[in-house]
């Protein structure tokens, strides 16, 4: 399988986003399968074998430390040339629009993953008032993908609160043998070769959706 990824952070800096994506880029790795990360300039040019394409980024102004892609990026020339099977963005909010303007232009299958509470951030940066309007866009962003990914059971029953559709959960970490994403919502998807991800139960049904007319 082809899978070009999409980051709003990656190395030098570390956090639970960074650790989770340097996990699955060895496990695509191990399992034979390529990828392409899209990411902030700064970060390394290669991880585990994938190549890292470094994009211009600027500081967010009230997290300096935190360097966005303008979501008006445009690297449909590198996925022309990669030709992924899939695009998975992780942590959407900026250069993770543009993967999925991409997806949708190019007709390649989306997966998002959650796994930062942005508006509780901006609630402890004592910016409670816009708690809803950035649920109001994270619902936006990630209807815009086939399939979404969190990483527990709380997350989970949030988003389902918050109106957040085909949510899936972690069952186990991802990138372990053993273990992976469990899906919880009406999205399928699945590896065009029949080998996993990781992923429990989903490789049929990827592969159909991938894979269909």
């Given at each position: 399988?082809?899978?070009?990824?999409?980051?709003?952070?990656?190395?030098?800096?570390?956090?639970?986003?960074?650790?989770?994506?340097?996990r699955l880029l060895e496990h695509?790795?191990?399992?034979?399968?390529?990828?392409?990360?899209?990411?902030?300039?700064?970060?390394?040019?290669?991880?585990?074998?994938?190549?890292?394409?470094?994009?211009?980024?600027?500081?967010?102004?009230?997290?300096?430390?935190?360097?966005?892609?303008?979501?008006?990026?445009?690297?449909?020339?590198?996925?022309?040339?990669?030709?992924?099977?899939?695009?998975?963005?992780?942590?959407?909010?900026?250069?993770g629009l543009a993967?999925?303007?991409?997806?949708?232009?190019?007709?390649?299958?989306?997966?998002?993953?959650?796994?930062?509470?942005?508006?509780?951030?901006?609630?402890?940066?004592?910016?409670?008032?816009?708690?809803?309007?950035?649920?109001?866009?994270?619902?936006?962003?990630?209807?815009?993908?086939?399939?979404?990914?969190?990483?527990?059971?709380?997350?989970?029953?949030?988003?389902?609160?918050?109106?957040?559709?085909?949510?899936?959960?972690?069952?186990?970490?991802?990138?372990?043998?053993?273990?992976?994403?469990?899906?919880?919502?009406?999205?399928?998807?699945?590896?065009?070769?029949?080998?996993?991800?990781?992923?429990?139960?989903?490789?049929?049904?990827?592969?159909?959706?991938?894979?269909?007319?």
């Open positions: 399988m082809r899978v070009a990824l999409f980051t709003e952070v990656f190395l030098p800096k570390t956090d639970g986003v960074v650790n989770t994506l340097c695509l790795a191990r399992r034979g399968h390529q990828a392409i990360l899209f990411a902030p300039a700064g970060s390394p040019t290669r991880y585990a074998g994938t190549p890292v394409i470094g994009l211009p980024a600027i500081p967010f102004p009230v997290y300096p430390e935190l360097r966005l892609v303008p979501p008006v990026v445009d690297v449909r020339d590198h996925l022309v040339a990669f030709d992924p099977d899939l695009i998975h963005v992780f942590n959407p909010v900026s250069l993967g999925l303007r991409h997806a949708q232009e190019m007709g390649i299958p989306a997966a998002a993953s959650y796994q930062t509470d942005l508006p509780g951030f901006i609630a402890r940066w004592g910016l409670g008032a816009l708690s809803e309007p950035i649920w109001e866009f994270l619902r936006w962003v990630h209807d815009q993908a086939d399939l979404n990914f969190c990483p527990s059971h709380f997350t989970r029953q949030e988003l389902e609160r918050r109106g957040l559709r085909q949510e899936a959960e972690r069952v186990g970490a991802p990138g372990e043998e053993g273990g992976g994403l469990g899906l919880m919502g009406p999205g399928s998807l699945t590896v065009p070769g029949g080998q996993g991800l990781g992923i429990h139960g989903l490789n049929k049904e990827l592969r159909d959706f991938v894979n269909k007319d």
